[in-house]
């Protein structure tokens, strides 16, 4: 732990220049995934690590701790620090401790498929006879908990869950519209997200090749760019 309290001291003064280094305190903490906070209170720096990383070699410690310290800071995190943290966090025994951290302590609100105007799980057995030749496993389908704007729907590949925002579930929007945004997250089942020079890729070619496929394509992308100017210019999406 002390090795990991001097990578800290380390980056603030690499990062903070001419600024004292504050009194540090460094945990481990059991997160539901590869999360880390740090927070400046009362002069005293307080880091949580997730103990994901506990056995990590030490240069991948020290380039979380010069993220982390940049962050904090507001200052452009070093390129060769997030790159040795970034190349670590998406090995694969870290992404399976990571799903696993999930699974074991995290949570995932599920409400039910059944919406005011709208049935997923109708809608669902609909796309999988016509578009997957009915072999796609059905997920856990849910509206979500708030009428989200700017992300419409969400696969969550640990939880096995497709959650579409409540705010499409209104006779307002088309029908088609919200089998399409339901057809883009199951196209991520299809699709698991692919690993290329250590970068996760989720809109592949044969994503974005599939997703051309469906018979509204154009105007449901017209109705995205509607959404977004709803939105004062943010760029609604399906994730």
Request: proline share 5%; charged share 30%; hydrophobic share 35%.
């Amino acid at each position: 732990m002390n090795d990991v309290k001097q990578f800290f001291g380390d980056a603030f003064r690499h990062v903070a220049g001419n600024r004292p280094v504050p009194n540090i305190e460094v945990r481990f903490y059991p997160y539901a995934g590869l999360h880390h906070t740090i927070r400046l209170r009362s002069g005293r720096v307080y880091v949580r690590l997730s103990d994901i990383c506990k056995d990590s070699p030490q240069p991948v410690l020290r380039a979380l701790a010069f993220i982390l310290v940049a962050r904090l800071l507001g200052k452009r995190i070093p390129d060769v620090h997030n790159r040795v943290y970034q190349d670590y966090s998406v090995t694969p025994e870290v992404m399976r401790a990571s799903d696993l951290a999930r699974r074991r302590r995290g949570r995932k609100y599920i409400s039910s498929a059944q919406g005011e105007a709208y049935d997923l799980e109708k809608m669902f057995a609909k796309l999988n006879r016509r578009h997957f030749d009915g072999e796609l496993k059905k997920p856990a389908l849910t509206w979500s908990q708030r009428r989200t704007r700017n992300i419409l729907g969400h696969h969550d590949r640990v939880y096995d869950t497709v959650t579409i925002s409540k705010t499409l579930d209104s006779l307002d929007v088309p029908e088609w519209f919200v089998e399409y945004i339901l057809y883009h997250e199951l196209l991520h089942m299809k699709h698991p997200a692919r690993l290329i020079n250590g970068r996760r890729y989720y809109h592949t070619s044969a994503f974005r090749s599939d997703e051309r496929r469906f018979p509204q394509y154009d105007e449901a992308q017209q109705w995205l760019e509607r959404v977004a100017r709803q939105r004062r210019g943010q760029r609604a999406r399906a994730a």
